[in-house]
């Protein structure tokens, strides 16, 4: 593992590599393994402020930058994440478990939030807007939010954090960045590269240790304007609570608990097709994977039976091996509530069709499960499973499908099959989510606006609106 030169033990805060004021430091394990791969410090609230003070200095002269200057920078970060995606892909598997080949795509896919936000942050127009005064002209400025502390999750340890530096940087700020504990090296990882892209001492700052401590910081300390956070719907009102004392704009991109709906009229093959990537990916880990199926009477039987066949042939192990589509779990805890979720469902009812247990490969794996006659009163259908446990609910009519998905606190993700033109318009409009996949099991794509409504969260990642989220609108009223 020491062969590879991404694998950094030390936080980095206003360019340079250091150790916590205490020197302690926290463990990384491999969930494939448990095999431990190494240590970062244990930081809190000082190392945090001292990071947020060289933030500050260092947004000043960046944000009087042209664009076109930033973007530079950035394009040369993502061409280095590009070169390096095979060493990245590895470290991102080794700490969290997925598939070599999601690890690649993932390193892909991050890596184009920096070139897509490189070339967004040359078109941050403000407007002139037709007066209502003929002795005043009244134009707009787009101008950077300010110092951002962003807190991200172990699910995507590279992307999450792309999309979010992506954009903060083009605009002109400079960035705090707390990863999750369980997945801190892909962090490093890009600070490495952005040292080696040429980004100036202090712009971006990783630090690793006591999450309450480090947000507790980030949250209360004046000089962060604004906070973007990814992770559960829980610590998500934690930090826009402890943000509220100092007005901090939020970017908050929270639990989901995605509904897939399969009308009699779909294609069922391509539903299936597009369960089992929208379910099993990430062996579930995913806020936008699937949480719940509501399937038509007429097609149920069908689709069960085919979404149970290709949960059996996926191939789960060590992400490493070749050929492996489906990894570990993160932790324990992970697995806990896997095993909750089930059991409450079994208790209530439903069936279990394939799978159902820990994985014979022991550590965190679990069997890719599929479970029928699943009803709405079931955990796993109010919460979250994040993990390979797919339950399936059988309806009838149109408007119960509709009833059935929108009866959340949450509105991240929603799919649904059809080949009827009228229908996919009327469910589209109707479902109460962020983001519609049709006929489609993935959407994610740094050109499309990713977010959630209700109790998902707060703002956009990706697209044109990710920049806007950075940037604040300055109205000038000139008097001539
Ligand atoms: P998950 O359940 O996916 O781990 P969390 O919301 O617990 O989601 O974690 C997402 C990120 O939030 C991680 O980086 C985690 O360390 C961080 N986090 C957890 N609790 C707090 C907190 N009280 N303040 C700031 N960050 C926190």
């Known amino acids: 593992m020491s062969q590879n030169r991404f694998l950094r033990q030390q936080g980095f805060i206003n360019g340079q590599w250091v150790d916590a004021d205490s020197g302690e430091t926290l463990s990384v394990t491999n969930p494939a393994t448990g095999e431990v791969l190494g240590t970062v410090p244990d930081m809190g609230a000082t190392e945090t402020r001292r990071a947020i003070e060289a933030a500050q200095k260092a947004m000043k002269p960046w944000a009087a930058r042209t664009a076109g200057d930033r973007a530079k920078i950035l394009r040369r970060w993502f061409e280095l994440m590009m070169e390096n995606q095979d060493e990245l892909a590895r ?246 509530k896997v095993e909750q979720h089930l059991s409450d469902a079994l208790s209530k009812g439903a069936r279990v069709l394939t799978g159902g247990n820990r994985h014979a490969l022991g550590q965190t794996f679990f069997e890719a499960t599929v479970v029928a006659d699943v009803t709405q009163e079931m955990q796993m259908c109010r919460e979250e499973t994040f993990g390979p446990l797919a339950g399936v609910v059988k309806f009838e009519t149109e408007e119960e499908a509709i009833a059935l998905a929108n009866d959340t606190i949450f509105g991240l993700a929603g799919y649904f099959y059809s080949r009827d033109i009228s229908r996919i318009w009327r469910v589209a409009e109707a479902m109460e989510t962020g983001m519609v996949g049709i006929n489609t099991g993935i959407l994610s794509t740094e050109v499309a606006p990713f977010g959630g409504i209700k109790q998902s969260g707060l703002g956009r990642e990706g697209s044109r609106h990710g920049l806007e989220d950075f940037m604040e609108i300055k109205y000038l009223c000139m008097g001539i």
């Open 91 to 336: 470290l991102l598997t080794l700490e969290q478990g997925k598939s070599l080949t999601e690890a690649k795509g993932e390193i892909a896919y991050g890596a184009a939030y920096l070139e897509w936000f490189a070339e967004e942050g040359k078109r941050a127009y403000g407007e002139v807007i037709p007066t209502n005064d003929n002795g005043k002209r009244i134009v707009t400025l787009r101008q950077p939010v300010g110092v951002v502390g962003a807190i991200t999750p172990w699910n995507f340890p590279s992307s999450m954090i792309t999309r979010k530096i992506g954009p903060a940087l083009a605009a002109g700020c400079a960035v705090v960045l707390k990863p999750a504990a369980q997945t801190p090296y892909s962090a490093y990882a890009l600070a490495v590269l952005a040292e080696e892209a040429g980004l100036p001492a202090g712009l971006f700052n990783v630090l690793t240790g006591k999450a309450s401590a480090i947000g507790g910081e980030m949250t209360s300390n004046e000089i962060v304007r604004k906070i973007s956070f990814t992770g559960s719907t829980e610590v998500g009102r934690t930090l826009m609570a402890q943000s509220a004392s100092s007005i901090k704009k939020m970017s908050l991109e929270l639990g989901g608990n995605a509904p897939f709906i399969v009308f009699d009229d779909a294609d069922i093959d391509a539903a299936v097709a597009g369960a089992t990537i929208s379910k099993f990916r990430n062996s579930g880990q995913t806020c936008v994977c699937t949480n719940r199926f509501y399937v038509q009477a007429g097609v149920y039987d069908a689709f069960v039976e085919k979404l149970c066949a290709a949960a059996q042939a996926l191939k789960i192990g060590n992400g490493l091996e070749d050929g492996v589509q489906m990894g570990p779990l993160i932790d324990e805890k992970a697995v806990e």
